[in-house]
């Protein structure tokens, strides 16, 4: 079992930078990929970023640029940095842990509970 709990999020204007953190605890983190989803409101699921445990990483195209997703071993932890945020980046934001480095959510047995970011105009 993988517990992860997501923190971080908040309100920020356009173009602000928001850091989000994923602690995980449970199995051996060092050797999965841990990624990061969101949902906005009225839309699917959708893949972010992902990172695997020796270090290839993935991103959205719409985030390609503006987010770095990178881990700490050391604390269990994986964090999201993103910005230059725009309005539609609003969504709520899930960490999840595969041992996959994929991009399809159904892919990702373990989730955390979500974190809300709000981005205003």
């Known amino acids: 079992q993988v517990q992860l709990v997501e923190s971080g999020g908040g309100l920020v204007q356009a173009w602000e930078s928001l850091r989000l953190s994923c602690a995980a605890s449970g199995r051996a983190f060092r050797i999965v990929t841990m990624a990061w989803f969101r949902r906005a409101p009225g839309k699917e699921r959708e893949f972010v970023a992902a990172l695997s445990w020796y270090g290839f990483t993935n991103y959205s195209d719409s985030v390609k640029g503006r987010f770095t997703n990178t881990r700490d071993n050391d604390k269990n932890t994986v964090y999201l940095q993103m910005n230059s945020l725009k309005p539609e980046d609003k969504a709520v934001y899930y960490c999840?842990?595969?041992?996959?480095?994929?991009?399809?959510?159904?892919?990702?047995?373990?989730w955390g509970q979500g974190t809300q970011v709000t981005v205003s105009s």
């Open positions: 999840a842990s595969s041992t996959y480095f994929l991009t399809d959510p159904s892919q990702y047995p373990y």
